[in-house]
């Protein structure tokens, strides 16, 4: 079953603009990711947060992690037409030990316009 | 600095035909996984390994799957009796234990 729903399920912003893209999960979790996945390819990891980490910064993207509310947030800043992708947000889940999977969220789709 | 690769990029078949798929993970990665994901979906956990000892299967892994890592390096996802809704795009992981998951390429598999 697939934990985490991003939100929107779809952006489409213009080129200089920022893209904010939102993950809302369900179980406690050891750490969440984000992946890039652009039109029919494998996925890119853009970047993992721990549960006891807040923010973190990884050039023009800013994530937050809110483990009360069970949230993420993505921010690309300045986009370009080359982040036109798909967006996954991943949590592992903490059972209690070191489990191997991910659970993935269905997407967000963005565009971004030239 | 190699990636995970995976062998074929593509793969036709008909209903009812064994299919095997093969990943070569990050060298020094002791955890390998299996994902399969279908059109519009988020990627869905199939199984792992650690070293060569298989570790967890999802349901979704079906008695007509195997999945294979002989000595801890590559792995085999293999498919008996092909279903057309076996069709959608297998994605093979590896990580270090509890560290980012990097993904290779995919197989798209499409079952007439």
């Known amino acids: 079953s697939q934990q985490g729903e991003e939100d929107p399920q779809a952006l489409s912003i213009q080129e200089g603009e920022n893209a904010t893209m939102n993950c809302s999960y369900k179980?406690?979790?050891?750490?969440l990711q984000w992946y890039r996945q652009n039109s029919g390819r494998g996925l890119v990891h853009l970047i993992l947060?721990?549960?006891?980490?807040r923010e973190k910064h990884s050039g023009r993207l800013r994530v937050t992690l809110d483990t009360s509310k069970k949230s993420s947030s993505l921010l690309i800043t300045a986009s370009r037409a080359a982040d036109t992708a798909s967006y996954f947000c991943a949590t592992a889940p903490n059972y209690g030990g070191s489990q191997g999977n991910l659970i993935f969220g269905k997407g967000t789709k963005l565009s971004v316009k030239p | 600095d190699t990636g995970v690769s995976q062998d074929p990029r593509h793969k036709i078949t008909k209903r009812g035909q064994n299919v095997t798929f093969r990943c070569d993970p990050i060298?020094?990665?002791?955890?390998l996984y299996w994902y399969r994901q279908t059109l519009g979906q988020g990627p869905e956990f199939l199984t792992y390994f650690q070293n060569e000892a298989q570790l967890e299967k999802s349901r979704l892994l079906s008695d007509r799957f195997s999945a294979e890592r002989p000595k801890g390096s590559f792995s085999t996802l293999e498919i008996q009796r092909t279903e057309q809704g076996d069709s959608a795009m297998y994605l093979c992981?590896?990580?270090?234990?509890?560290?980012?998951?990097?993904f290779g390429p995919g197989t798209r598999l499409l079952v007439l």
């Open positions: 947060i721990r549960s006891n980490e």
């Open positions: 179980t406690s979790i050891n750490n």
């Open positions: 992981a590896s990580s270090w234990v509890g560290e980012t998951q990097y």
């Open positions: 060298s020094e990665h002791n955890r």
